[in-house]
């Protein structure tokens, strides 16, 4: 006994099949690409462009939750409400398409990141930009954080002056004790020999302050949004090939239905009497 599977009639079934009914699913599947072909080239174009952003007081891993929170109002409801966030009319936030965010590589947490936007119109790049920046830093939160971290920079930048000032005050009573010849007086310099690496600290203290204060901001932008591709939402071979895959389908389903109903509904009616 045989217990191997014999697929031949089913391969002759197969090919019989193909033979009679070949060019119908083929001539369905070719229709299907058309139709595909033309949805894709009545679909509008758009645009797509990157800007890096970096934060003071928010962390790389906060803005880009924020940013991809946005990309849940891009609908007819939630356009008025990205439209409040970001300060813009509703004519420039309606183009928006698609935002995502994607942190910039780096072990300090404020390294920036980079937001990728998908517009219909080029045009409203400049206004998205705007609204980006003000969304990321208008709100409570980055405030309060913008002016306690103010508040804390200029109290070390002050502590680090009255330093300065204190250390600048003990020149004269050194050039004093050094213009004598006694002992004591030269054990008195040892001691005090370190002043000018503690200015050199201070000063350095004083610069770094000076330039966090002024670079203190909610967003910083480092590269603009500008539109650097023209396409569409879907790559070309994709409603191309899915009309081809839908036409092939419903082809087969009409000729299965055809078949069934030849064999089947077609014997279940009553012969006329002759």
Same mark, same amino acid.
Request: aromatic share 6%.
């Given at each position: 006994?045989?217990?191997?599977?014999?697929?031949?009639?089913?391969a002759v079934k197969a090919i019989r099949f193909a033979r009679r009914y070949g060019w119908t699913l083929a001539i369905g599947g070719f229709l299907g690409m058309i139709i595909g072909g033309f949805l894709y080239y009545l679909l509008p174009h758009s645009y797509r462009g990157k800007m890096v952003v970096q934060s003071s007081v928010i962390a790389n891993g906060q803005a880009l939750r924020v940013v991809n929170n946005w990309e849940d109002l891009l609908n007819k409801k939630g356009y008025p409400i990205l439209g409040n966030i970001f300060q813009q009319p509703l004519s420039i936030v309606s183009e928006l398409q698609g935002i995502n965010a994607e942190v910039i590589p780096g072990v300090d947490e404020n390294s920036g990141i980079v937001i990728e936007v998908v517009a219909g119109d080029s045009s409203v790049f400049?206004?998205?930009? #705007?609204?980006?920046? !003000?969304? $990321?830093?208008?709100? #409570?939160?980055?405030? !309060?954080? $913008?002016?306690?971290r103010r508040q804390n920079l200029e109290w070390q930048l002050a502590q680090a002056k009255d330093e300065l000032v204190r250390l600048d005050s003990i020149k004269p009573y050194i050039r004093t004790f050094t213009s004598t010849n006694d002992p004591a007086n030269s054990r008195l310099v040892i001691d005090v020999s370190n002043i000018s690496n503690e200015k050199l600290v201070y000063q350095d203290r004083i610069?770094?302050?000076?330039?966090?204060?002024?670079?203190?901001?909610?967003?910083w932008l480092l590269q603009e949004l500008?539109?650097?591709?023209r396409g569409k939402l879907v790559p070309a071979p994709v409603l191309p090939l899915f009309g081809l895959i839908l036409g092939v389908l419903i082809s087969y389903c009409a000729v299965m239905f055809s078949i069934l109903n030849?064999?089947?509904l077609t014997a279940d009616k009553p012969r006329s009497a002759p």
């Open positions: 006994m045989n217990d191997e599977l014999d697929l031949t009639p089913v400049q206004g998205i930009q #705007q609204g980006i920046l !003000e969304g $990321l830093q208008s709100n #409570q939160y980055v405030k !309060e954080r $913008l002016a306690i610069a770094a302050s000076q330039e966090k204060l002024k670079f203190l901001r909610g967003a500008l539109p650097s591709k030849a064999k089947y």
